[in-house]
């Protein structure tokens, strides 16, 4: 029987394929950027270049986004460009689903006129129905529960920056691309969907990883993503608490997120209750113990409360490095999955009749 390959989560894919994942979009990258250059650049060394991968040809993605965004939406539309392919986007107003058609139906007959989904929904049962009934594969651009393009564009800014903690035996003065040591990164903040995916990822990887968020189950890992943790044994290296300084203790990344997510409005006021003293600072780092050299990274957008100026705008941080590798980390997923139905997931469904 014919299986329909979906990447749900960093979970569905071994560290292998994760690797892979990642060195070819650096690949993709690196043969991209002569062409994006100003053309009178580009006709010096046209001789020299060679086009990247072809295999969305002719062929269209959707892009059905119940939640805004500025990165996800526009790394897709131009990555999808640079495939040969096109991106079509289709907000909430835009199409059916939920109103007049169900997920179901919306699912069958876009996947029958495109030749993948690129979804950003809200609860991760959105997604999987989408995936149960799409007769093409289906990438998860964000759900409530996982982001998975958000970790490897993290993944290929780290990758990018190994010199910064250079593993033994490597001489990186060639400019070659090798992951770095492990590591040890420190997550401060709400567990919401991007540090899920640094759960299941980073310890596979042989990276430690520790969190810090406030003593409320609201605050900690559902059940469903603890329970995937459990299964790929991440948790014998994850340590979990409510101290920011304890979390930032020997970390060479410092991670945070937004503290109140789309749809979380209403209980703002809480929430900046209960995350004082969580603003990622030079202070917060010194006292907690970081690594001298610690660097910064945040999915944006991101809000003063959740680290200040001093670190988000100065040399600590990757933040725009990684924000433009969406860009090209998704280019390799959609090559993968939607171009060649080749990215390694364990997460397959039949194709429907």
């Known amino acids: 029987m014919k299986m329909v390959p979906h990447l749900m989560t960093l979970a569905d894919l071994s560290p292998r394929s994760i690797d892979r994942v ?24 046209h001789s020299r270049l060679r086009m990247p991968s072809q295999s969305l040809f002719n062929k269209s993605i959707a892009l059905m986004f119940s939640k805004r965004s500025t990165r996800t939406r ?3 539309e131009t990555a999808a460009v640079l495939l040969g392919g096109k991106a079509l986007f ?9 109103v007049n058609e169900s997920v179901r139906d919306s ?16 609860e991760h049962s959105e997604i999987e129905e989408l995936a149960k009934y799409s007769p093409v594969p289906v990438l998860n651009a964000l759900s409530s529960l996982w982001h998975p393009t958000q970790i490897l564009a993290d993944l290929l800014t780290i990758y990018e920056h190994s010199h910064l ?17 492990p590591l ?20 596979r990887l042989g990276h430690k990883l520790r969190v810090a968020s406030p003593d409320h189950p609201k605050y900690r890992a559902p059940e469903p993503v603890w329970n995937r943790v459990k299964e790929l044994q991440c948790d014998k290296k994850i340590w979990w608490g409510t101290d920011p300084k304890e979390a930032v203790h020997g970390a060479d990344i410092v991670v945070t997120d937004t503290w109140i997510s789309m749809g979380q409005e209403a209980e703002k006021e809480q929430r900046l209750k209960d995350f004082q003293g969580y603003q990622v600072t030079e202070a917060l780092c010194r006292e907690g113990g970081a690594n001298p050299d610690w660097k910064f990274l945040h999915c944006l957008p ?7 100026d001093e670190v ?8 725009f490095p990684e924000a433009d590798n969406r860009k090209w980390t998704i280019m390799a997923a959609f090559d993968s999955l939607f171009g060649k139905w080749d990215i390694g997931t364990t997460y397959q469904t039949p194709l429907p009749k």
């Not at 990642?22 to 060394?45: E, F, G, M, Y």
Request: hydrophobic share 40%; proline share 7%.
């Open 107 to 122: 699912a069958r007959v876009i996947g029958g006129m495109c030749q993948g989904i690129f979804a950003r929904v809200g």
């Open 90 to 98: 289709l907000g909430s107003e835009d199409i059916q689903l939920g």
């Open 302 to 308: 991101r809000k003063s409360h959740e680290v200040d």
């Open 184 to 203: 040890t990164i420190a997550y401060v903040g709400d567990s919401a969907n991007v540090l899920h995916d640094m759960l299941v990822t980073y310890p």
């Open 22 to 45: 990642v060195r070819h979009a650096h690949a993709l990258k690196r043969i991209s950027l002569p062409w994006l250059a100003p053309q009178d650049r580009l006709t010096k060394s």
């Open 312 to 319: 988000f705008y100065g040399p600590r941080s990757l933040v």
């Open 165 to 181: 903690w250079p593993a033994s035996g490597v001489d990186y003065s060639k400019g070659e691309f090798h992951p770095p040591r």
């Open 74 to 76: 526009v790394s897709a």
